[in-house]
């Protein structure tokens, strides 16, 4: 999928999880990392991908990112498309929170991790409706999708993303937030400390 794509899944990841798992109260501060770091988890796997827009944005990321892809990830969909990279980036990211609390005292840890960690996982999940599939279960190298059948599966960045995808990820947000306005409302009123 397009890093477009990714990001619109996160953070629609998230929502789903806010609404159904209600918060007591958030600082500021959290929401903010926590929003951020969401967006950057839904594109983080893609880091193994020389042109993804993790790297375009730096100055010299091209030349890093291609070292990276070649030397240290395996190429493109390998450890960042797995479990285990996902459970590798959530202890990386645990002990960088940590470090982070002790500069900032206000931020919930906890809240920022779960919102990375959903944004890494949309990214996996929506890959593997992709042809391609990817290597969930390393090292186990085969790579898996869904629906099992490959031609049954999307290509990235054709018709289907843009046309299918993207929509029914757009009418699922405002279900969620037309039939939860009030609870949004609310808690954007009272909760944010
Ligand atoms: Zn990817």
Do not use: C
């Amino acid at each position: 999928m397009t890093g477009r794509t990714h990001d619109l899944a996160a953070i629609s990841a998230l929502l789903a999880i806010f609404i159904y798992e209600p918060l007591i109260e958030i600082s500021l501060s959290t929401l903010f990392l926590a929003l951020l770091f969401n967006q950057i988890g839904g594109i983080l796997p893609d880091i193994d991908q020389p042109t993804a827009p993790f790297w375009r944005n730096l100055p010299v990321g091209k030349l890093i990112g291609k070292i990276i892809d070649k030397s240290l990830l395996g190429g493109h969909r390998f450890l960042t498309h797995s479990l285990l990279g996902a459970v590798i980036f959530g202890g990386l990211f645990y002990f960088g929170l940590l470090f982070l609390k002790s500069a900032i005292l206000s931020i919930n840890v906890g809240i920022i991790w779960i919102s990375f960690m959903v944004g890494v996982l949309s990214h996996l999940l929506l890959d593997s409706f992709t042809k391609e599939g990817i290597p969930l279960l390393l090292p186990i190298t085969k790579k898996i999708g869904f629906p099992f059948n490959k031609q049954l599966r999307i290509t990235t960045g054709k018709s289907v993303e843009y046309l299918v995808v993207i929509p029914v990820i757009i009418f699922i947000d405002i279900f969620l937030i037309s039939s939860n306005y009030s609870y949004i409302t609310h808690f954007f009123k009272y909760y944010i400390i």
